[in-house]
């Protein structure tokens, strides 16, 4: 058979045990890896008989079902580029992605398809919440058809950039960069056919798309798969398990539920992404269940970077030691090293970097150095250990009178008064500073603390410009769904503050 990279290598994983467990359903049956990939294959052929060559782009907009995840896996196999789109998107955003990408296939919500019509000269298939509509029809229907041959170098994938600043670019994955990195977690993180996955993450993000599926089918493990993530329904499902990939909030949604130590007990590995894990979720999780949650740090474009070990000491507040395979530098952004103790910009060199964004060359050339390093645009610091500290987005420094600060270094001293949860800190315009520190901060508990409280706090720890100019105190900060802290919302929210 010819060589389909991204495929061969998530089949593989299973080989011998076509029978065994690959998911649990949340309607509690239960679907084999044979009949995982005959479904997968159906869909390929569904795919091709629509029109589907290969190097084209499919797009989907579809709820979490084991049917988009064969949908996935088909598209791989029959050669084409799937382009996973976040549900969030109202259809007036799917104009940019349709633009951009040209998609030859569509698929969404049979409620959505007048709409996308509308938009698009694409073939529109249809996919339901429950895993039905003309995709699933046409699959049924279809004889399964064996992977079309595809190279390291050839595109599996776009994904597009969340875009907190101007539109969302187009993350091209090649079957080098997800199976390659795939199958390094799977070795560090010691995933085997005994693992039973909790599967919570949506699938149009790299996190639950690529890192949990990816390395679950990699590994032959299995998953209990869930339509989106329930605090409690991941509790309940904890003792049927070994492993949870999450983002920051499911932890801390995780340690408000009753029962957690003994549910987690029978656990083997917490891993956390996507988003700074704080200090004291992990020593709070730690308390709780006895288990250090391992953070690793990634991003839509190189896929996983660094990992905190697996046997060795997994520090909070890093996101551990570069991969096998990745070279990582701090850089003034433009490839020349900082000193040591000195914050820089992240850059990555490997087998997991993208191949750059769609239609975009020249913002490629910007951010994807002619050394092959990544300019991640995080700035980071190495600890003591070497581990890594991801200090926050290059762009969200502050410069105030001139002095750079780093927010997290403020959020930490801030998150660290008692009464207080958590903290953004932004700088906004400023007349006379050209921007001014605020901090946007979430008590415990209201009255918890106040704004002089806080002050009298840090102001011991922290240079006069480091301290914020104004502290707002409010209920919560506002996240997207991977649970990142969105400061662009709230940099526009006080922009006015001292104008
Ligand atoms: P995305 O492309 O949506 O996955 O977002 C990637 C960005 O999320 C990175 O560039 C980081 O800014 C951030 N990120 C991911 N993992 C972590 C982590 N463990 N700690 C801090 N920031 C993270």
Redesign the pocket.
Request: glycine share 14%.
């Given at each position: 058979m010819p060589k389909n990279v991204l495929f061969d290598t998530l089949r593989d994983g299973s080989r011998g045990r076509e029978d065994a467990v690959f998911a649990r359903l949340p309607d509690g049956t239960t679907l084999s890896f044979d009949a995982f990939f005959d479904g997968a294959a159906r869909m390929a052929a569904a795919l091709v008989r629509n029109g589907l060559k290969p190097g084209d782009r499919i797009a989907a907009q579809v709820a979490k079902t084991m049917q988009a995840l064969q949908l996935y896996v088909g598209a791989v196999m029959a050669g084409g580029v799937f382009l996973p789109l976040n549900v969030a998107y109202k259809t007036a955003e799917l104009d940019h992605f349709i633009t951009d990408a040209a998609p030859t296939i569509f698929v969404c919500d049979p409620e959505a398809e007048p709409a996308i019509r509308a938009l698009t000269d694409a073939r529109i298939l249809t996919l339901d919440p429950c895993g039905r509509g003309s995709l699933t029809a046409a699959a049924q229907t279809a004889t399964p058809m064996p992977p079309l041959a595809r190279g390291g170098d050839d595109l599996a994938a776009i994904?597009y950039?969340?875009g907190t600043t101007g539109k969302p670019k187009g993350?091209m994955l090649s079957h080098r960069n997800l199976a390659s990195n795939s199958r390094t977690l799977a070795q560090i993180w010691q995933f085997t056919p005994d693992d039973v996955l909790i599967h919570a993450l949506p699938i149009f993000?790299?996190?639950g798309l690529f890192v949990a599926t990816n390395v679950a089918l990699i590994a032959g493990a299995s998953l209990i798969f869930q339509p989106g993530f329930d605090a409690a329904a991941v509790l309940s499902a904890m003792p049927q398990a070994t492993a949870l990939m999450g983002v920051p909030t499911f932890y801390t949604r995780l340690l408000q539920q009753d029962g957690l130590a003994e549910a987690a007990h029978n656990m083997r590995l917490f891993i956390?992404?996507?988003?700074?894990?704080l200090a004291d979720t992990h020593a709070q999780w730690g308390a709780v269940t006895g288990h250090q949650i391992l953070?690793?740090?990634?991003?839509?474009?190189t896929n996983m970077n660094t990992s905190n070990p697996y046997e060795g000491a997994r520090r909070p507040g890093t996101?551990g030691l570069p991969l096998p395979e990745v070279d990582l530098r701090l850089t003034d952004g433009k490839g020349t090293p900082v000193p040591p103790d000195t914050p820089g910009i992240v850059e990555v060199r490997g087998p997991n970097v993208f191949q750059g964004y769609w239609n975009l060359p020249e913002k490629t050339a910007e951010e994807l150095l002619p050394d092959g390093f990544f300019v991640?645009?995080?700035i980071g610091q190495f600890d003591d250990a070497g581990y890594l500290q991801?200090i926050?987005?290059a762009k969200d420094m502050v410069i105030s009178g001139g002095f750079n600060v780093y927010p997290k270094e403020v959020e930490a001293l801030i998150d660290d008064v008692p009464g207080v949860m958590e903290s953004a800190v932004i700088g906004v315009p400023h007349p006379d500073f050209g921007e001014a520190v605020i901090a946007i901060v979430v008590p415990d508990a209201a009255d918890a603390v106040t704004e002089g409280m806080i002050t009298d706090a840090i102001a011991p720890e922290l240079a006069r410009y480091k301290q914020p100019k104004r502290i707002e105190l409010v209920n919560a900060l506002p996240r997207n769904t991977?649970g990142?802290v969105q400061k662009n919302l709230l940099r526009q929210q006080y922009a006015g503050l001292f104008r």
């Open positions: 994904l950039t969340s993350a993000h790299t996190h956390s992404g996507s988003a700074p894990l953070e690793r740090y990634g991003m839509t474009e996101v991640t645009g995080d991801i926050g987005r991977m990142k």
